[in-house]
């Protein structure tokens, strides 16, 4: 079992800023991906962005250039800074697991953090 804790969320304005945190702990090994999903108001969960245990990171297109993930191994957890927020991006977010070299579905999820953003 993995378990997973965010932090981060909240209400901010058009234009602002948030950094997301996720923190693993339980059975990890080396090669793990993590990542950050979003589900907004009547959408289906959607990746926003991953990072392999290499450091290789993939960004959706609505995010690409805003959103920064990053990981620190020594301390087990991945963060997700957002810039330029819109309103488009109010959703809860997910931290997600996945151990490399099995499937590409997560194993494990976070509980969810909400991200609101004002127009």
């Known amino acids: 079992q993995v378990q997973l804790v965010e932090s981060g969320g909240g209400l901010v304005q058009t234009g602002g800023s948030l950094r997301l945190s996720c923190a693993a702990s339980?059975?990890?090994?080396?090669?793990?991906?993590m990542g950050w999903y979003r589900q907004g108001p009547g959408n289906q969960r959607e990746l926003v962005a991953s990072?392999?245990?290499?450091?290789?990171?993939n960004y959706a297109d609505s995010v690409r250039g805003r959103f920064t993930i990053s990981r620190d191994n020594t301390r087990n957890a991945v963060y997700l800074q957002m810039n330029s927020l819109s309103p488009e991006d109010t959703a809860v977010y997910y931290c997600?697991?996945?151990?490399?070299?099995?499937?590409?579905?997560?194993?494990?999820w976070g509980q969810g953090t909400q991200v609101t953003v004002s127009s």
């Open positions: 997600s697991f996945r151990y490399e070299g099995r499937t590409l579905s997560p194993d494990y």
């Open positions: 990072i392999s245990s290499g450091g290789i990171s």
């Open positions: 339980g059975r990890i090994f080396s090669r793990n991906a």
